[in-house]
């Protein structure tokens, strides 16, 4: 399903088998830690930035090529074959969610700080 514009897209999220983001080019990606903390299973372009980190370099999600169609209808092959490789690294990738909460970046620059 394709949608155009939506004021609130995590019941889409929450309801759809897998979550896939083709961008060439990304920063830090959202909808990528929006799909995890949905369950939703994510399978990513390795863009330069953004969904290596959040998907814990593969172990959290699927991270295809960018460009290689193949490499991407391969991967989603493969969930739709047996699901639960892809929703287990869904489980993890979740368990490691909370160093892109507040408090937790917080911490870090004080850390920062206190070496200055």
């Known amino acids: 399903m394709i949608i155009d514009k939506c004021i609130n897209p995590y019941p889409y999220i929450k309801n759809s088998d897998l979550f896939i983001l083709t961008s060439k080019y990304e920063g830090f990606a959202n909808v990528i830690v929006e799909s995890v903390a949905l369950n939703t299973p ?36 493969n969930f739709f074959k047996d699901p639960k490789i892809l ?25 920062i700080f206190d070496k200055i």
């Not at 169609?69 to 991967?75: G, Y």
């Not at 929703?87 to 850390?111: C, D, G, P, Q, W």
Request: aromatic residues 8%.
């Open 87 to 111: 929703k287990s690294k869904t489980v993890l990738a979740k368990k490691f969610l909370y160093r892109f909460e507040k408090i937790h970046s917080a911490k870090m620059y004080n850390k």
């Open 42 to 77: 994510v399978i990513s372009a390795n863009c330069n930035s953004g969904p290596s980190e959040i998907l814990l370099n593969g172990k959290g999600g699927e991270l295809y090529k960018p460009n290689s169609i193949n490499d991407l209808i391969n991967k989603i092959n």
